[in-house]
């Protein structure tokens, strides 16, 4: 063949090969775009719903916010299980497989742990009880959504519902997906319960450094008072008369119109065993209903109308919780076309797939907020248990009761458990690690009584209660009468509830079931052998503290102490320790014009880092050469903001980071020291004593004093931020260390890199940081990295609701390469808000789709 006709050859051949793989490209590119999209959902034309009265519309903008239509109540909440449905049912899915201790049955025995932790507390059987104790109308409501979302998925198969029902069909074929029930609505209720638990972390870290052989001395001094005299509490003072709650301060009443860290159980009773075990069982669970860290909290404040442009109340909200793809949050609002008795809905506001009507938002009338209260509501109770008795004011009683439950595992065998409950609780240290009652080294006794030590649970939220009867209160009410009433129903977990109304009336109501203890505060696990240590009862609800119309023109909550010492019943002893309320407060007082809509925007991005003002003068006061002295020379004109691009905000971040670790040294493993408003209060009491044994290195001969070891700490952050960032301190950022990495719990962290690409969303450098305004949380143990975050935020302008503004941490579809799957995240980042539409004028000009549901 000669050279030409070879020439003509190949080049044939390599046009064909070219053919076959595009074509090859194109079909796997178009296969791949079908199976990516045939879960999206039909948001225009007509779709039959069966069970429905009448004709539902369902409108969504350009967010893919939805706004629902219908005449009844119920065919109002059976469309929003529909459209929950819709854009949301994996995630529904996964969080009642959660609540039920069934995530082993979708992933296998990675979740066995997990499972046994929640099946140990019953989350599902005490959903069941709350069920049969729901008044009718309530039922009614939770039926019609379960009604809904059963309409969604029938005639659908797992594939065309969510992509990652396909995802897990690679590895979990036989998976089926069940009916929806509204018991899977109510036990949802108590993974958001758990995420809010209070003092529980608290308490096992306490037992934790006593273990590791610190002294109580040493333990209180890490767990420093709530400092009144600098952070003002949400109400000063007030106190309880003749079974009432009153504020000491007559002047804070208007018209309307409508510790050192407590006491400790005895120290010689070592339950180290039994406490490592219950702590693994918690770890667990904190793997995918998010960790026990110092971001979780909330901002919440309410202005009068004598402080803003408006003359009307501004209300803004900003829960933080654990970052998740999507967020926890979906937006949406309820509209019943004529109001009446029977449809009394007109409201909207943030919902949580799974769950029927408006957890935080504004009806016509009423808007509300919440931040977590954060009272006492779990203790560890340390039990003395031999066979099948515990040990109860020197007499050996039978356990409460004992019960198996069976753990089905995708892909392996059943694992049957057996739970065990005192009166205080169900037994935590027998599902840890390898399911052995206790470690292999039984702790040393403290009584003579034979046996072994466990660790059982007590927390409110195990009793069943009517806080799905407050979210319909809620959106119902129209005036603060009505307002408190439904606050009385709203039990478990215990919010800061702040109200505003178009009145012009501002408010503030603690609810929630809170325990009144004999002996103890519940700062440390109490001895279960002395019922001395029981509960009694719970703050009767008209004892609890709230306000109206406060003189000073404003409500602040942000974790912070409910209120001074006058008043009779410990909530707790573990507030977060102030620093952004006060700061909340400072901004407000600090505007001497009246206060806008983007004022409170402002603020609520606001990055002061409150914890830094007492550590950067001694910073500066310490000698230094060559980088180390070019980058403490950021911190000179510094103005203590967290802003994304500060180089001093990057180089101060890290030197707190490395002085936390290399000064709380003696802390074990298992209790690192944190970074939020605690250890901000702990550290500012050591930069007043230089000396202090805490800044010693036990790992060296010398003796290292504050100065020392402040030095030491600017020198390591300077080596970390050139390794990373570069050898010129002024071009460092804080973005560039300070990241969020969106992941979906589930798949998200498969370990798969294909799988974790498809469902996740790339990193973001962000602003802010913890025991901020802006709290966007990271664990100095671990890195700069974010684990907690403003999940949305709100500001409702009650003089133009029209005028009110939101915005989600990622998008209201839970379908990824929707194009809402994290539409919303570059806004949330920079602080930017989108329209929350009140009026069916503006919603009218401002909808994309239109979707009818009919009989």
Request: proline share 6%.
């Amino acid at each position: 063949m000669d050279r030409a006709r070879l020439l003509r050859l190949l080049r044939r051949i390599g046009l064909w090969t070219l053919a076959v793989l595009t074509v090859l490209v194109l079909v796997v590119s178009l296969g791949f775009a079908y199976i990516v999209r045939r879960s999206f959902p039909t948001v225009d034309g007509e779709i039959a719903l069966p069970g429905m009265s009448g004709q539902v519309d369902v409108w969504r903008d350009e967010r893919g916010i939805p706004q629902i239509y219908a005449d009844t109540a119920t065919d109002l909440f059976r469309a929003q299980g529909f459209v929950h449905a819709q854009d949301r049912f994996w995630e529904m899915d996964f969080r009642r497989h959660v609540t039920a201790g069934r995530l082993a049955e979708m992933f296998g025995e990675s979740q066995v742990e997990t499972d046994a932790t929640v099946r140990a507390m019953g989350w599902r059987k005490v959903a069941e009880q709350e069920w049969e104790i729901l008044d009718a109308t309530t039922r009614s409501y939770f039926t019609a959504y379960a009604e809904g979302v059963n309409a969604y998925l029938e005639g659908h198969s797992s594939g065309e519902i969510s992509l990652e029902y396909t995802v897990l069909g690679l590895d979990n074929p036989d998976y089926e997906i069940e009916p929806w029930s509204p018991v899977d609505s109510i036990a949802w209720l108590k993974a958001m319960a758990w995420d809010l638990r209070g003092n529980l972390s608290d308490e096992l870290n306490r037992a934790t450094l006593a273990d590791a052989g610190l002294t109580p001395k040493q333990i209180s001094q890490l767990y420093p008072a709530y400092p009144t005299d600098r952070h003002k509490p949400i109400i000063p003072d007030g106190t309880v008369t003749d079974g009432e709650f009153e504020l000491s301060d007559p002047a804070q009443v208007g018209e309307d119109d409508g510790g050192e860290g407590g006491g400790e159980t005895d120290a010689t009773v070592d339950a180290t065993a039994a406490f490592g075990s219950a702590r693994s069982a918690f770890d667990a669970l904190a793997a995918v209903t998010g960790p026990a860290i110092d971001g979780i909290g909330s901002n919440s404040w309410v202005v009068s109308g004598s402080r803003t442009e408006t003359g009307m109340p501004i209300l803004a909200n900003d829960p933080h919780l654990a970052p998740s793809m999507p967020s926890v949050w979906y937006q949406a609002g309820l509209r019943c076309r004529t109001l009446s008795e029977s449809c009394p809905f007109r409201v909207t506001g943030f919902t949580f797939s799974g769950v029927p009507g408006i957890i935080i938002g504004h009806n016509a009338e009423v808007s509300w907020g919440f931040t977590n209260l954060g009272p006492d509501v779990t203790d560890l109770y340390v039990e003395r248990v031999d066979g099948d008795k515990y040990l109860v004011d020197g007499s050996w009683l039978p356990f409460e009761s004992v019960r198996e439950e069976t753990i089905k595992v995708a892909g392996g065998e059943p694992r049957t458990i057996t739970v065990r409950e005192t009166k205080h609780g169900p037994i935590m240290s027998d599902h840890g690690g390898a399911y052995d009652s206790l470690a292999a080294n039984p702790p040393t006794p403290k009584i003579n009584e034979g046996g072994e030590y466990a660790v059982a649970l007590q927390w409110t939220a195990l009793e069943p209660g009517r806080t799905a009867e407050a979210i319909f209160a809620l959106n119902r009410a129209t005036n603060w009468p009505e307002f408190k009433a439904a606050a009385s129903r709203f039990e478990v977990p215990s919010q800061n509830m702040i109200y505003a109304d178009t009145s012009g009336n501002i408010g503030y109501q603690a609810p929630g079931k809170i325990p009144v203890r004999g002996t103890g505060d519940g700062t440390w696990p109490s001895p279960g052998w002395d019922s001395g240590y029981d509960w009694s009862g719970y703050i009767p609800n008209e004892e609890l503290p709230y306000t109206i119309n406060p003189e000073e023109g404003f409500i602040v909550t942000a974790n912070n102490e409910v209120i001074g010492e006058e008043y009779p019943h410990l909530l707790t002893e573990d507030w977060a320790y102030g620093y952004r309320s006060e700061r909340i407060r400072d901004m407000i007082e600090a505007d001497t014009d009246l206060l806008s809509i983007d004022d409170i925007r402002l603020m609520q991005m606001d990055g002061r880092n409150g914890g830094a003002a007492p550590v950067v003068p001694k910073l500066l006061a310490v000698g230094a050469e060559g980088t180390v002295k070019e980058a403490q020379d950021l911190l000179r004109d510094w103005n203590l903001q967290s802003d994304r691009d500060s180089a001093a905000s990057a180089f101060y971040n890290a030197t707190w980071r490395h002085l936390l670790l290399n000064t709380f040294d003696e802390l074990p493993d298992s209790a690192p020291p944190g970074g939020g408003e605690r250890w901000y209060e702990v550290v500012a009491k050591l930069m007043e004593q230089p000396d202090s044994p805490w800044w010693d290195d036990a790992a060296t001969p010398e003796v290292e004093d504050r100065d020392a070891m402040l030095s030491r700490a600017m020198a390591d952050a300077v080596s970390e931020l050139t390794e990373r960032l570069g050898d010129d301190p002024s071009s460092w950022r804080w973005d560039e260390l300070h990241t969020l990495t969106l992941t979906n719990p589930t798949l998200g962290t498969s370990g798969i890199g294909i799988v974790e690409w498809l469902f996740n969303s790339p990193p973001v450098g962000v602003a802010g940081g913890d025991g901020i305004v802006n709290a966007t949380g990271w664990n100095p143990a671990k890195g700069y990295e974010v684990d907690a975050v403003p999940s949305m935020r709100m500001i409702v302008d009650l003089a133009n609701l029209d005028g009110s503004w939101w915005v989600n941490l990622t998008g209201q579809s839970g379908h990824t390469f929707s194009a809402h799957y994290d539409d919303q995240v570059q806004m949330w980042r920079t602080g930017a808000l989108t329209p929350m539409r009140w009026s069916d004028r503006d919603i009218e000009v401002t909808t994309r789709d239109r979707l009818k549901l009919t009989p």
